[in-house]
């Protein structure tokens, strides 16, 4: 049984005498008539309607909430591939230029070895085929054994032996 309006304006008690009275103590001591102020039909299932439009709407949101949170965390593992991809291009560009700077520097270092050699054959030359050096002398091509010049000189004709002293 709800309370009657004036003992919840008052804010005093509510009791029933009995289960089978419909009448609260301070009505029968007050002699007053009491109206029941309780809740509608209608104020009930508006309540109803409003706290399953309210539920429904949590629901939905606590949805929305946990999709995008999977997205955030699609989106997360998308930037952390393309951030690898990235370091990993970087990585084998700075390789290659690596390998390139190698490259040039080994050309560098034989057209170096190169340029020394041809410097030291000139300074040689320079040395003992020059005009002024001390043991310059060109011999030019030399005759083959057969060659008759051979026979102006005299070798001797005789082999020399070789003594044996033992």
Do not use: H
Request: hydrophobic share 30%.
């Amino acid at each position: 049984m709800l309370p009657y309006t004036s003992c919840e304006k008052y804010r005093r008690s509510y009791i029933v005498l009995n289960e089978t009275s419909k009448r609260c103590s301070e009505y029968v001591r007050r002699s007053v008539k009491c109206n029941v102020k309780g809740i509608s039909f209608s104020n009930l299932e508006s309540l109803q309607r409003e706290e399953a439009r309210l539920q429904f709407e949590r629901d939905a949101a606590f949805t929305a909430a946990i999709e995008g949170l999977a997205r955030v965390q699609q989106l997360e593992k998308q930037q952390a591939l393309v951030k690898r991809r990235g370091a990993e291009l970087v990585r084998r560009k700075l390789r290659d230029l690596d390998e390139l700077d190698e490259a040039e520097e080994r050309e560098k270092e034989e057209k170096e070895m190169e340029t020394c050699r041809e410097a030291e054959s000139r300074q040689l030359a320079a040395t003992t085929g020059g005009p002024s050096g001390d043991f310059s002398f060109d011999l030019g091509p030399l005759p083959g054994p057969d060659d008759p010049i051979w026979a102006t000189f005299d070798f001797g004709s005789r082999t020399p032996q070789i003594s044996s002293s033992s």
